[in-house]
């Protein structure tokens, strides 16, 4: 079993590496598929969830880490509407609420069960 803290460190580690590369010129490259970007949008943010609420679950509601995260993706979306490289979508905002949201479903629903 992860400790608590290793959930910690590879939280704030995924979350900083989210930030760079939300923020980092885009590579020109062709998807797979037409949804690509959003379901690694949705991926991203599902296992951000997942490695936010592991770490702060128990001090934290998973509903306010949920709104926090979302925060956070929220930001990242507006500062890449502030570069001349990237631009904000409110799809991909979509994409990252409902990684968040199946995550927090499926652990809300574990911890119902477990108790």
Same mark, same amino acid.
């Given at each position: 079993?992860?400790?608590?803290?290793? $959930?910690?460190?590879l939280f704030w580690l995924c979350l900083i590496g989210t930030v760079f590369l939300s923020l980092a010129p885009t590579v020109g490259g062709e998807?797979? !598929?037409?949804?690509?970007?959003?379901?690694g949008h949705s991926g991203v943010y599902a296992?951000? !969830?997942?490695?936010c609420a592991s770490a702060y679950g128990?001090? $934290?509601s998973l509903a306010l880490l949920a709104l926090v995260l979302a925060g956070f993706g929220l930001s990242m979306e507006v500062a890449q509407s502030m570069t001349s490289y990237r631009h904000g979508d409110h799809w991909d905002m979509l994409a990252n609420i409902s990684g968040i949201l199946a995550v927090w479903v499926l652990m809300a629903w574990r911890r119902k069960a477990h108790d």
């Open positions: 079993m992860i400790s608590v803290a290793k $959930y910690q460190i998807q797979l !598929f037409e949804l690509q970007d959003k379901v296992g951000l !969830f997942f490695l128990r001090r $934290y």
